[in-house]
T-cell receptor
């Protein structure tokens, strides 16, 4: 079946530090991969996505590369800001098994000045 | 272009009451999805609807939960005879089509508290 595994949180970083949030997946077909961000009290916002192997999604300084050989989609940012504090969710969509998204459990990030 | 709208944002019910959650998809979107987020967990799929049709309800509890997406008006997620375990955040998402690469856009959620 389909599933997404994210690194456990919470993660606390100082401003301007490098960020990596690991995400690996299991899929029966050829999934699309997504990162969503959830700010306190709000819904999920799409951060970036990649729809095939070796694609790199990027947005607002964040990036992630679809690695089929390691079934991974790790999120990275070179220099985090306080405003990046949020919960980050990795997700996959696999049309072969339906229209639902499969989400990881989320990784909470706190950036301190 | 307004995003996905959900109301109410917060809903408090006593055990045994009914909860009705509403979702208006983004303009032009005819595909609606409901997810539930329990505390400290990720989102779990509940149901996928198109106008007037339930396409996939594999994530819906068999009893007390129902969903609809009428020809006119918002999608409704209905929970009858709520119990404390129903306390969660319920998110609605919509998409333009249902392809593998399509993005689902999420609303702000309804936070249900059952006393």
């Amino acid at each position: 079946g389909n599933s997404v595994t994210q690194m456990e949180g919470p993660v606390t970083l100082s401003e301007e530090a490098f960020l990596t949030i690991n995400c690996t997946y299991t899929a029966t077909g050829y999934p699309s991969l997504f990162w969503y961000v959830q700010y306190p009290g709000e819904g999920l916002q799409l951060l970036l996505k990649a729809t095939k192997a070796d694609d790199k999604g990027s947005n607002k300084g964040f990036e992630a590369t679809y690695r089929k050989e390691t079934t991974s989609f790790h999120l990275e940012k070179g220099s985090v800001q306080v405003s990046d504090s949020a919960v980050y969710f990795c997700a996959l969509s696999d049309k072969d098994t339906g229209n639902q998204f499969y989400f990881g459990t989320g990784t909470s990030l706190t950036v301190i000045p | 272009n307004a995003g996905v709208m959900q109301n109410p944002r917060h809903l408090v019910r006593r055990r045994g009451q009914e909860a009705r959650l509403r979702c208006s998809p983004m303009k032009g979107h005819s595909h609606v999805y409901w997810y539930r987020q329990l505390p400290e967990e990720g989102l779990k799929f509940m149901v996928y609807l198109q106008k007037e049709n339930i396409i996939d309800e594999s994530g819906m509890p068999k009893e007390r939960f129902s969903a609809e997406f009428p020809k006119e008006g918002p999608s409704i997620l209905r929970i009858q005879q709520v119990v404390r375990g129903d306390s969660a955040a319920y998110f609605c998402a919509s998409s333009l089509t249902s392809g593998r690469t399509d993005t689902q856009y999420f609303g702000p959620g309804t936070r249900l508290t059952v006393l």
